[in-house]
Every structure is written in structure tokens, then in C-alpha cells.
Nanobody
Framework: VQLQASGGGLVQAGSSLRLSCAAS??????ITWFRQAPGKQREFVAGITWNWGTTVYAVSVKGRFTISREKAKRMVYLQMNSLKTEDTAVYYCAARSGDIATKTNEYSYWGQGTLVTVSS
């Protein structure tokens, strides 16, 4: 499976942004968003299973971010609302067969990152 993330940009705190992840090839996977802030480890943000649409969120984004998928277009989205400066990071989408996992080493497929910068 090939993944391509897009949609990052510079926004002010409190605003919204939607990231997109285009998936090609087989899509019977769990697709997840991770992020990596400068000087920090890559961390789990949200994941969704392709077939059932089951979702899992990190505590830090629950209630603010929504992950969804559009099967016909083979797209996964991350709607980010009420953005905070601490959401600033490079966001990556990743895929694995099976259920959603929260550790980076459990993912075999990665897209390139898209930078989200939230200013105060």
C-alpha cells in the first residue's frame, strides 16, 4: 500500500485544519495518523480500520480531532479543530494489516509527512 499525506499548513490557535491521506493498493488495513514535534518522538494521534470504521484516539486529541475514511476515494481524513500550539508537528499517515496499533514499530507502510504549524 502506498500513502500520501497532504493538507498541512500554518494556522492560528483555535482554528481548524483537515489533513488527507490518499491510499493506493490494498486498503484492507488500519490507517493511522502519527505526529512528530521537533525534538520529540513520533506519537500516535488517531487510527481507523478500513472495513469497519472503528476509531481510536490519543487522549490529547480526543474531542478535538476526528478521523474518517471515504472508501470510494480511498482517502482517510483527520479533521483537527480547536488547534493548540502543542499540536505543531509533522503529521504522518501509516498503515498496517489488522487492528489499530499505537506504536510506530507496528506499522509497515508510511507516507511522507505534512507539516502543521499552529501559532499563538
Amino acid at each position: 500500500v502506498q500513502l500520501q499525506a497532504s493538507g498541512g499548513g500554518l494556522v492560528q490557535a483555535g482554528s481548524s485544519l483537515r489533513l488527507s491521506c490518499a491510499a493506493s493498493g490494498r486498503t484492507n488495513y488500519a490507517i493511522t495518523w502519527f505526529r512528530q514535534a521537533p525534538g520529540k518522538q513520533r506519537e500516535f494521534v488517531a487510527g481507523i480500520t478500513w472495513n469497519w470504521g472503528t476509531t481510536v484516539y490519543a487522549v490529547s486529541v480526543k474531542g478535538r480531532f476526528t478521523i474518517s475514511r471515504e472508501k470510494a476515494k480511498r482517502m482517510v481524513y483527520l479533521q483537527m479543530n480547536s488547534l493548540k500550539t502543542e499540536d505543531t508537528a509533522v503529521y504522518y499517515c501509516a498503515a498496517r494489516s489488522g487492528d489499530i496499533a499505537t506504536k510506530t514499530n507496528e506499522y509497515s507502510y508510511w507516507g511522507q509527512g505534512t507539516l502543521v504549524t499552529v501559532s499563538s
